[in-house]
């Protein structure tokens, strides 16, 4: 006869269970899977290839696969000075792109139109898309991208995940 | 040398006259010779190569307003010539094509006719190449500010979608370039050109959009 209960987790009955919150367990996923788009468009994309090579090595922080078709990838990183005839074509790849997805603006460039004050360039990339992080410099450093990206990986941890997968209208 | 080639071309050619330039020998042919007489350079004076087709816009006052200008090279003396042709519309300048003698001319032309809009007849495919199509502006013009003016974004439905216009640049104290005067460049002190558009200088007039005809 049982004389006591016992209340709360028990590994010989339920196994090895770890309790959590939605939102963590969705959020610590997401942030260490970030499946980048490369939307190279000048002098930045090298330094995003660097970002990408053995010196620098992205792939320490879980965002190694880039993938060259938006159907793909979550998180699009514009590496680049955006002129107004390129500028449909970056929002139509970020359309296609599946949700959740997140916009990196690498650079002056991308993200305020930078030395080029010109009649041809978006003065800003953020104009035609959301833009989750801005990175300056000019081109900036890998280790500034990467530190972007980490700044990403913080922001997605924020993210109210579970309610949104909930709730129809993100 | 470039006196000599000089003396050649014009003799038999009344057309032409000669040219002031700072470096390589330049003659001004007259637009209705222009075609007969680059041909003549490539095929009689051994000026095989078209490096360069450009233009020059005076300004909006002087007349004429627009000059084509060709730079050609001879492969086997290694020498330049550059011909320059008056527009002689100066409202719609028009110059003949000459992308029938050097393919090259096909994209050069079209990026002078992007840039100043002047259009060559008898080219084969004249749309813009730099700017996208449907844009109103010529921006190498005199008249056009280097912020831009404000149109319609390329590509309707994102235009919709992000409520995105081609706006003026703002200039923020720019642009930042050495000056004209005083000694070389690589010895000059840049400099921010003030294009800003304030209360004490406001923006320049606008300019007539120029009509797309195709």
Redo the contacts between chains.
Sequence with gaps: MVTATEYGYNSKIEGDVVVSRADAVINWIRSHSVWPMPMGLACCAIELMAAGGSRFDISRFGMEVMRFSPRQSDCMIVAGTVTYKMAPAVRRIYDQMAEPKWVVAMGACASTGGMYRSYAVLQGVDRIVPVDVYVSGCPPRPEALLDAMITLQNKIRRERSTARLISSNR | MSDELLTTLMERRTFLSARPSADHPAVNCPASHLVAFLRDLRDAEGFEMLLDVTAVDWAESRRPRFTCVYHLFDLERSRYLRVASDCHEDANPTMPSVAGLWATADWHERETYDMFGIRFEGHPDLRRI???DGYP?Y?LRKD??????ETD???A???E??D?R???????G???VSGTSGGPMSEREPRAKDESWTENAPKPKKPDPTKESS
């Design positions: 730099l700017m996208w502006y921006p056009f500010p280097l912020a831009g003016e974004l390329p590509g439905d994102v235009a979608h992000t995105a081609v706006s003026a640049a703002p200039m923020a720019g642009p930042f």
